[in-house]
């Protein structure tokens, strides 16, 4: 078992930045990857960035050189900097871990961008 505890997000205006955190406890060991996922309103939820234990990173196109997600293995933690923030990127943020019997998912945390 694993829990994926977020926080962060928000309302900002365009052209802003916020920061998400994840802190991850139980079974962390088995855990290959962490990252954000994102759902808007009628779409279906899709990747933002993943980060492997070994730090490799794969990001969405749409956030590419907007978005820094970055992992502390000591402190089983994830956190992803969002800077010129579009409203595009208006969903409700879950954290996400590949654990080796299946994936864990948090509660999900909204992230609002004006414009």
């Known amino acids: 078992q694993v829990q994926l505890v977020e926080s962060g997000g928000g309302l900002v205006q365009a052209g802003g930045s916020l920061r998400l955190s994840c802190a991850a406890s139980?079974?962390?060991?088995?855990?290959?990857?962490m990252g954000w996922y994102r759902q808007a309103p009628g779409k279906q939820r899709e990747l933002v960035v993943l980060i492997t234990s070994g730090g490799n990173t794969n990001y969405a196109d749409s956030v590419k050189g907007r978005f820094t997600i970055s992992r502390d293995n000591a402190k089983n933690t994830v956190t992803l900097q969002m800077n010129s923030l579009k409203a595009e990127d208006t969903a409700v943020y879950y954290c996400?871990?590949?654990?080796?019997?299946?994936?864990?998912w948090g509660q999900g945390t909204q992230v609002t961008v004006s414009s």
């Open positions: 996400a871990a590949a654990h080796i019997t299946r994936w864990y």
């Open positions: 139980g079974s962390i060991f088995a855990i290959s990857a």
